[in-house]
């Protein structure tokens, strides 16, 4: 059984690695540190955001928060950065983290969810399409999870090119975790293993399965027995 999604959904996002690259200029000690919100009476940065139209709550690990301005939404998608905090902020109060890298969110409006457990994604990316730069694959519980490295010619040159991915589904829409850093200051991969098993976690606890969410694997199970 082959995934009906289209690759360009399952594929790492051009546009979130350039965004990222920025942001993880400014875990480096740059950028947003300094810039006008240096001046504000030590404001913290936002911890979460809301993206398809507010369904789906968007939280990272402890030390990273959302930077709002990255937010892009079109219809049935939306993508958004995550970046340390007190580089967001520029507090230096603010939440720091020991290991800077590099996280974004993306999801995408499903017309069939059961048409995205992970299984289906796994073949997916062990087969086809959807093999290249694919190192390995796991599924833990109702998350795919992969190991990768990103082989594209159009890859920024700032950012490393091995990165994590989690994907699993919510109120109808398919999420996508990714973690990177940087390729002068690259995590090593048990660091980037572990922020995505946070990453996962604190997406999981805002982002509580739901009645659709197994309905959608009970409509899959039906279809194959």
């Known amino acids: 059984m082959r995934a009906a999604l289209p690759a360009k959904y399952l594929r790492r996002p051009l546009l979130a690695a350039s965004l990222l690259v920025f942001l993880g200029a400014c875990g480096q000690g740059g950028g947003l540190g300094g810039g006008i919100l240096a001046g504000m009476s030590r404001a913290k940065a936002p911890a979460t955001a809301r993206l398809a139209s507010g369904r789906i709550i968007v939280a990272g690990p402890p030390g990273f928060c959302v930077q709002k301005s990255s937010r892009v939404t079109t219809r049935g998608s939306g993508f958004i950065a995550l970046g340390q905090c007190a580089s967001i902020s520029g507090n230096p109060e603010d939440a720091t983290v020991s290991n800077p890298a590099l996280l974004s969110v993306s999801v995408t409006a499903l017309s069939d969810p059961a048409q995205a457990t992970p299984e289906v994604l796994a073949q997916y990316f062990t087969s086809g399409g959807g093999r290249d730069g694919v190192k390995s694959t796991e599924i833990e519980g109702d998350v795919l999870i992969i190991r990768a490295r990103d082989t594209s010619p159009r890859r920024p040159t700032d950012l490393n090119n091995a ?52 309905n959608g694997v009970v409509s899959l199970l039906n279809r194959l027995l």
Request: glycine letters at 4%; hydrophobic letters at 40%.
């Open 163 to 214: 990165y994590w991915r989690a994907m699993f589904t919510r109120k109808g829409y398919l999420i996508s975790l990714n973690v990177s850093s940087l390729a002068e200051t690259p995590i090593s991969e048990a660091t980037g293993r572990r922020l995505l098993a946070d990453f996962i976690k604190a997406m999981q606890q805002a982002n509580p399965r739901d009645e659709k969410d197994a």
